[in-house]
């Protein structure tokens, strides 16, 4: 019997015939899988993600693929591509994605990759979707976006890559509350993996700040039932305040995803006038942007930050000489020459120490 929470999508012992079909097709893909690699090097996630995305192809009657969906929609930070168990199940609506959004082939151009390549799969993946003349830094930020809508009684905007949206459960998200004061919070996103936050909206909302850390691609998606005007659109920025919905709106859900491999990433919502420190800290591996300082409340102008190495030698003095661009350290010394990773100690003025690790 398929289920999706309490509901029952297929009862197999009346429809046989049903659970047959989606059978042969998802196994038979396994078979079609193994002539391209036939002596895998690990068993990925591509496995099963495109045998579930080919199934619900061939048989888009059986809708097997609807139980696992909730293991995907309701822990999606912690819940990446790249899952174990029944959550990689449901990461089969990516293949459906994508063969709306490249074409119908494009799992060949996947496979005769994994063949070419030793069966890597971001390897893959990536070079699939160059062909394309995408890249999974556009496409995974694209495929959240659009799982907003993920659920009955919402509003849905035309394009949506799948007409069995209406049937899929909400998608779970963190409730931020604009008119309430609310601690620091962070929320930690794995790599192929996405946060959500449902941004609750009054006349007494108060400003708040998003640290989205390596994050791109964030957007905000309206979809209050009842109501026209469905949509997403991009916000821009590794650091934005929080703005308000469109008009007749009560909010709208931030899509924050990292469409990183590997590395995790950090978000964090915040009040606008927080104590003196920087952020991102740790800086990121590879990171290319600067550090920023947080414009403490009370700072007083011209401000001077100092940070020092390990062995208490001063590294760099910056100075600000007002609060018209948010204060950033390039992670260059002195004369230009970049920083090796390690532990900084900072301080604004003649404040306390603080530290900064740069990671390699």
């Not at 019997?1 to 042969?24: F, H």
């Not at 459906?96 to 993946?125: H, K, M, P």
């Not at 989205?212 to 821009?236: K, N, Q």
């Not at 703005?243 to 007749?248: E, K, L, Q, S």
């Amino acid at each position: 019997m398929s289920r999706m929470e309490e509901r029952v999508i297929r009862d197999y012992s009346k429809e046989w015939e049903l659970g047959i079909q989606v059978t042969v097709y998802h196994e038979f893909y396994h078979a079609v899988q193994f002539t391209y690699v036939p002596s895998p090097r690990s068993y990925h996630m591509w496995y099963e993600i495109s045998a579930v995305g080919m199934e619900e192809r061939m048989a888009p009657e059986v809708d097997d693929y609807l139980q696992y969906l909730p293991y995907a929609l309701k822990n999606t930070a912690s819940v990446s591509l790249d899952a174990d168990g029944s959550a990689l199940y449901g990461q089969g609506i990516f293949h459906v994605y994508l063969g709306e959004s490249l074409d119908s082939a494009f799992d060949v151009a996947v496979w005769t990759e994994l063949a070419r390549n030793g069966d890597r799969i971001q390897g893959a993946l990536e070079t699939a979707f160059a062909g394309y003349g995408e890249s999974m830094s556009r496409l995974f930020p694209d495929f959240a976006s659009q799982l907003a809508f993920s659920g009955p009684g919402t509003a849905k905007p035309p394009g949506l890559f799948s007409p069995d949206m209406a049937k899929w459960p909400a998608l779970a998200a963190d409730t931020l509350d604009m008119e309430n004061p609310a601690p620091y919070r962070q929320i930690d996103v794995r790599g192929l993996a996405f946060a959500a936050i449902r941004v609750k909206w009054g006349p007494r909302a108060q400003l708040r700040l998003v640290e989205t850390g390596r994050i791109e691609g964030v957007t905000r998606a309206h979809s209050d039932p009842g109501i026209a005007g469905a949509g997403s659109e991009s916000i821009a920025g590794d650091v934005f305040a929080l703005p308000p919905p469109r008009a007749g709106f009560t909010g709208y859900t931030l899509i924050l995803p990292n469409p990183d491999f590997q590395s995790g990433a950090v978000v964090r919502v915040r009040d606008p006038d927080p104590g003196f420190y920087v952020f991102p800290n740790p800086s990121l591996p590879g990171r290319k942007k600067p550090v920023r300082f947080t414009q403490a409340k009370g700072m007083a102008y011209p401000a001077r930050i100092e940070v020092f190495g390990e062995d208490g030698i001063k590294v760099r003095e910056l100075s600000f000489p007002d609060g018209s661009a948010v204060p950033e350290w390039d992670l260059k010394d002195a004369d230009a020459k970049p920083v090796p990773s390690g532990i900084y100690y900072y301080r604004l003025e003649s404040g306390p120490m603080q530290t900064l690790l740069v990671a390699p």
